[in-house]
């Protein structure tokens, strides 16, 4: 079995990889603000994870009531979300939180939130002035909501594992790392990477050896480096009416891509923790420990997710060559009001495409597919193909179904709803 220190090196390396993109942002389109409140009964800062119960409250504003209540609620989650899943609430993760609230609100309220949870509109006219209940003369231009009530975590941490251990399989032993010479001569550095060691010790990753790394760059079977370059504890602070202390730890990584010998970027992952107990060096140094272990569950999550994605980045890029070397263009059907368990649905719409497009091979993309959405892929050598021939084979194939309906997006994207 491989030793603690290497695997903690694969840790950072792969976690490397993740810290990437460890700011990337999901834009939203309405402007939103979240207060985090106390319930009873729950966490006492009302965003500690390791409660059954997180309190919150969030307004959020859109141009229709429907779309302003789903910011409000999804601030609010999304608040809470960030607290568990660190940078993978603004990745890949959290795009799929968003975009199961988005297609069945319902759904994923009853899911994730307490039927206590309630929320409020009002209603704003052109100049953003507040329209009485009683005016039903004044043009509504948009509405701000507010949501308040607690969040499921034991549902939204089942669902959030479930993604994590998914990826997990998908990347054990995929890529292959090397651990550089830290930059700094912080001794803390051994405490995180014991913690990484601890988090990363059943995941299967590949990491070389020191003895092993020269060689193995040369014959191109290393994908990524990763150095540590910072780490920083910021003060603790102590508030004797609590007996509470709190603290902060940033860990700085320099992220190569030995491939395709490019610096990745330096990533900071920042984590905050609080803890009961007398202001002193043992319980300092407690706190510490709590720090360094959440860092490296962290920077275990990030791994995790990037590495996901520049794996899928880079079959999408060599299945694309492909296509591009067989003059072929790939085409995207998203399908909302099935899901993958629809067995006969998907044989009709399979079959539908197939009779529009003869050389065309649909297949069902489960890595963006759902409870509530399907996502099918095809790709054809006409590259004349008129987008109506499909349409039409399409409401050929579900013309006893009432709600179907089709649309042909642009940019080679089809929209059916059932």
Known sequence: ??????????????????????????????????????????????MDVSFDEVAFNASGRGKVEKEAIIEAYYEGF??????????????????????????????????????????????????????????????????????????????????????????ERTLSN??????????????????????????FIGSGFKVLSQSGEEEAILDGKVDFSLAINAIEFAEVSYSANEQLLTGALTVRFKIFDIKNKTLVGLVPVTVKQSMRGPNSDPARQELRDKLANAAAQDIGRQTATRVMNVQVAREADAKADARAASNQKQYVVRIVGINTR???ALADLRAAIKAAVPDAMPEVNTGESNDTLVTVNFATTNLKMDPED?????????????????????????????
């Open 78 to 167: 999304n608040k809470v979300l960030r607290q568990l899943a660190g940078a993978q609430a603004e990745s890949e993760i959290g795009q799929k939180f968003r975009g199961d609230m988005e297609r069945d609100f319902d759904t994923f309220r009853r899911r994730y939130f307490t039927t206590d949870s309630m929320h409020t509109c009002r209603a704003y006219d052109r100049s953003n002035t507040l329209i009485k209940d009683n005016d039903k003369k004044t043009p509504v231009v948009s509405y701000q909501c507010r949501a308040d009530g607690t969040i499921k975590m034991g549902a939204l941490k089942q669902d959030f594992e479930r993604e994590m251990k998914s990826k």
């Open 390 to 418: 499909v349409l039409d084979k399409l409401f050929d194939a579900y013309k006893t179904n009432k709600t179907f309906d089709a649309k042909y997006k642009g940019n080679n994207e089809f929209s059916i709803t059932f």
């Open 342 to 344: 629809d067995r006969k």
């Open 174 to 199: 995929a890529l292959t790392f090397i651990f550089g010479k830290a930059e700094t001569n912080d001794p803390a550095v051994e405490l995180v990477t014991d913690y990484m060691g601890r988090a």
């Open 1 to 46: 079995m491989r030793n603690v220190s290497l695997i903690a090196g694969l840790l950072l390396a792969s976690t490397s990889v993740f810290a990437q993109n460890v700011e990337t942002r999901v834009q939203t389109r309405v402007e939103t603000q979240v207060d985090t409140i106390v319930k009873s009964g729950s966490s006492p800062s009302g």
